[in-house]
């Protein structure tokens, strides 16, 4: 029997809840990358980088491929990118009805 529909989001979300595998994704929203040219834009160790790597792989969302001594990494399907897309719009529309709330805390508090 496989995992429940809730508990396999649940995993999803997860991977998606720390801001290195965020960018990673993000990096490879423009298309794949090795490890030495992710390191070169997210400054940490790359053993935590392997880590985060492993993590999105294992959730599958990125995929790797091997061209000799060289690992290139991916995102494995197009909608890993909307998925990126709809989190951007999400947090757009929360930043705004944020910006109308302080307007109107501004306006309350001139009165």
Known sequence: MGVPLEQ???????????PVR?????????????????????????????QQLAILRRTGLVVAQRDGNTVAYSLSTAEVTDLLRTARQVLA???????????ELRLEHAS
């Open 8 to 18: 396999a989001k649940s995993e999803l979300f997860r991977a998606l809840g720390h």
């Open 93 to 103: 529309h929360r930043t705004l009805g944020q910006g109308r709330l302080l307007a």
């Open 22 to 50: 965020i960018r990673v994704l993000e990096l490879l929203d423009d298309g794949p990358k090795t490890v030495r040219q992710l390191l070169d834009v997210i400054a940490i160790e790359a053993s935590r980088l392997s």
